[in-house]
């Protein structure tokens, strides 16, 4: 079934436009089997930026509920052939010592005007908690 996953490196791309840099994004497939996949890349995906343990099975628990409910079958024959899962960060920010958190958005191909696509999306924005900003030196 490795055809019915999707990684995709987007090398810390930032978006156009934003502030935002996408870390990574993962497409599963109706009828892959997401256990142990998601956190295989979350755990690649997140690496880099030390965050704490309790953080990112937070964010895994959210990842895995949207899979089973996306892509179980009784929803999924209806509207949907895959779900894609994007986690972004702010642009240049490192993590060490800083308090993080993350919010989720969720959208369908439809909201993206792509014809023909039938996918679900998930975004996850890491950021840094007001406080732990309110510490930096500034510029």
């Known amino acids: 079934m490795a055809d019915q996953v999707n990684y995709i490196d987007p090398s810390h791309n930032q978006l156009p436009r934003t502030d935002w840099q996408i870390l990574g994004e993962l497409q599963l497939r109706v009828?892959?089997?997401?256990?142990?996949?998601?956190?295989?890349?979350?755990?690649?995906?997140?690496?880099?930026?030390?965050?704490?343990?309790?953080?990112?099975?937070?964010?895994l628990r959210s990842m895995e509920d949207a899979a089973v409910r996306i892509l179980s079958p009784d929803i999924a024959e209806r509207k949907f052939e895959y779900l894609d899962i994007v986690v972004l960060a702010p642009a240049g920010l490192a993590s060490k010592g800083q308090t993080w958190g993350f919010f989720r958005v969720e959208?369908?191909?439809?909201?993206?005007?792509?014809?023909?696509?039938?996918?679900?999306?998930?975004?996850?924005?890491?950021?840094?908690?007001?406080k732990s900003r309110e510490d930096e030196p500034m510029p």
Not at 108 to 123: L, Q, Y
Request: charged residues 20%.
């Open 31 to 59: 009828g892959s089997n997401p256990n142990g996949i998601i956190n295989q890349w979350l755990t690649k995906v997140l690496g880099p930026f030390s965050l704490p343990d309790d953080l990112v099975n937070k964010i």
């Open 107 to 130: 959208r369908t191909s439809a909201d993206t005007k792509i014809e023909n696509a039938n996918g679900h999306c998930v975004e996850y924005y890491l950021y840094l908690d007001r």
